[in-house]
């Protein structure tokens, strides 16, 4: 079983489309973050949701918008996709926990591609 | 604010060279200090930590002391094979558990 799970892996898209990454932890995981990683693999954190609940929002363009469902889910809504939105894109997940603290668990990533 | 400072790569070696990859950081209070890996096309995965000072993280041959003293968490290992190519990124600990990543270095093992 895949512990973070990401779809779809690829995406090739037209610019000015809206498209939709999805994300799902099967960790009992309290915690769910959205990264992006540019070309030169430079890690960004855009948005962190703790059991349903928004705590992290970076400085994200207003076009990138996150729902959470359910503490499990996390996806990732993108509208009006421009040529500088191509990147992959991580999802990844988190326990709640004060000693004994493992990090985070990530998804194996969306790589999109806007033409 | 916290930071994580690595050095930059790529990085190229020789199979059984040995590997050092500098990382400091910058943190008030005392942060759990993490490496992770990147494999070509996979997204990263936790390859050791250390939750305080001079405790060693190591695994699959990888080891990284946590120094206060000079802020550093250097990851070693003495004979790097031709799967270990791969990015390598440290990262420490802020409010909440939020982890801060640095730029992640590019290694690369030549036969």
């Known amino acids: 079983d895949t512990a973070v799970s990401q779809t779809p892996k690829y995406l090739v898209t037209q610019m000015g489309n809206d498209k939709s990454i999805k994300c799902e932890q099967n960790l009992g995981h309290d915690t769910m973050y959205w990264y992006k990683q540019d070309s030169k693999k430079f890690l960004k954190i855009m948005f962190s949701?703790?059991?349903?609940?928004?705590?992290i929002n970076e400085t994200v363009p207003n076009r990138f918008s996150p729902k959470s469902p359910d503490k499990a889910h996390l996806n990732l809504h993108i509208n009006s996709l421009e040529l500088g939105d191509s990147a992959v894109y991580f999802c990844?997940?988190?326990?709640?926990?004060?000693?004994?603290?493992?990090?985070?668990?990530f998804g194996s990533g969306t790589r999109l591609t806007v033409v | 604010g916290d930071s994580v400072t690595q050095m930059e790569g790529p990085v190229t070696l020789s199979e059984e060279a040995f590997l050092t990859i500098n990382c400091t950081y910058t943190a008030t209070g005392y942060p759990s200090l993490f490496w992770y890996v990147q494999y070509p096309g996979e997204g990263l995965q936790l390859l050791l930590k250390a939750t305080k000072a001079d405790d060693k993280g190591s695994n699959k041959g990888f080891e990284a002391t946590y120094r206060k003293e000079t802020t550093s968490f250097h990851l070693e290992k003495g004979s790097v094979q031709v799967s270990d190519s791969a990015v390598y990124f440290c990262a420490q600990t802020g409010g909440g558990n939020k982890l801060t990543f640095g730029t992640g270095t590019q290694l690369k093992v030549e036969l």
């Open positions: 949701y703790n059991n349903k609940e928004l705590i």
């Open positions: 990844a997940s988190s326990q709640d926990q004060e000693t004994g603290w493992n990090g985070y668990t």
